[in-house]
Every structure is written in C-alpha cells, then in structure tokens.
C-alpha cells in the first residue's frame, strides 16, 4: 500500500521560504508510472494545485505561483520536495502531496496534509 | 489557463436522493477529468478519473459522465457517508480543480 507523509515547519515568517518534505513508502518515487504533485487548500476554501515532477525531473508550475515555487526529487530517500520562496499570510494553508497515474492525470494516491501558517 | 466551475457551490439533499453536479471547462479536455470526495480534516479521495472510470473500491452508485466541457457527478441514491464536498479536477499541461460541492443533509 502507498503512502505518501508530509513533513515540515508549521510555521513560516513572511518574506521567508517555506519548505516541505513528502515522504513515500510502499513504492518507489522513481517509477515512470506516475508523476508526483503538491497541492494545496487554505482555511474553508478549495484545492489549488501548485505543480508536479516527474521521475525525469521535469516540472510543471501553476502560473500563478511559477515564479515562486520550486518543486524537486530525492529518489535516494524516496522523496519529493516542495519550496515556495517570499512568502505571504495568503500562502497559509494545509499542503498536500498526492501521486498522479501518468496515463489517467488523476490523483490516487494523497498525503493526510500539513497546515502552515505563514506569520511573524 | 483553462477555468473549471462546478454547480451548485452547495446542494441539500436527503438520503435515497440522486444528486448530479456538474461541472465545465472553459475549453475543450477531452475526458481528462476527475472527481473526487473530500471530507473535513481529510484529504480528497479519488472517485472517478477519465471522465467516467469508477476508482477501484468506489462503490457503484457513484458515476461520471461527459466529454469535452461539460461534465456531471451522479450520485444514484445518497447515502449518510456521502455528505461531504465533492470536487472536479482537470487535465490539460497542469491540473485545475473546480471550485467545490458541498453536498449537506436536507
């Protein structure tokens, strides 16, 4: 069974880096089956995905946040990573790592979420 | 980018109920698109991707039907697990996720 866990800082200070870790057991990151993607949610609103890598590297970033985000693999740990530069209050929100079928574009598997609050 | 909206932004609905959201992309997505449940304090869960391929596990009276823009969510006779927020999500060069159905108790 997959398992995808979220870890890092829960709390950030503006202007700073936010930076996360998405560990994955019961199967390997490096497979080419599948892409890897963060995505994230604030407070009572809906689901923005942020972007995704695959096991070649190469990345794909919501416009929105391109300028600012930074997403990366570890395959000798199993892990994938997410950096989110110049943070602001508007960047507090549980942040989600899901796995994507490379061949279906949907998300099967999901990480439980890690809430951070961006505040000084 | 493409824009995805899902209507209605909340349904109230009893048990035994069919409900069907609906959702539409702002281009043409083929059938790149899925739908999943969330409930509070948990992440989404997958319930259909490709437009209408049940994810296995998912009981059958969920269903998803549609192609290019318009898209619907079915749920056949609603069940007391079934009150949760519900949400599209698209394929293109990225992902987008429609804006949320919170599906409540009537």
């Known amino acids: 069974q997959v398992q995808l866990q979220e870890s890092g800082p829960g709390l950030v200070k503006p202007s700073q880096t936010l930076s996360l870790t998405c560990t994955v057991s019961g199967g390997s990151i490096s497979s080419g089956t599948y892409y890897w993607s963060w995505i994230r949610q604030p407070a009572g609103k809906g689901l923005e995905w942020i972007g995704r890598i695959n096991t070649s590297g190469s990345t794909n970033y919501n416009p929105s946040l391109k300028s600012r985000v930074t997403i990366s693999l570890d395959t000798s740990k199993n892990q994938l990573s997410l950096k989110v530069s110049s943070v602001t209050a508007a960047d507090t929100a549980v942040y989600y790592c899901a796995r994507e079928e490379r061949w279906e574009h949907s998300l099967d598997y999901w990480g439980q979420g890690t809430l951070v609050t961006v505040s000084s | 980018d493409i824009q995805m909206t899902q209507s209605p932004s909340t349904l109230s609905a009893s048990v035994g109920d069919r409900v069907t959201i609906t959702c539409r992309a702002s281009?043409?997505?083929?059938?790149?698109l899925a739908w999943y449940q969330q409930k509070p304090g948990k992440a989404p869960k997958l319930l259909i991707y490709k437009a209408s391929s049940l994810e296995s596990g998912v009981p059958l009276r969920f269903s998803g039907s549609g192609s290019g823009t318009e898209f619907t969510l079915t749920i056949s006779s609603l069940q007391p697990d079934d009150f949760a927020t519900y949400y599209c999500q698209q394929y293109n060069s990225g992902l987008t996720f429609g804006g949320g159905t919170r599906v409540e108790i009537k």
């Open positions: 281009q043409s997505i083929n059938s790149w």
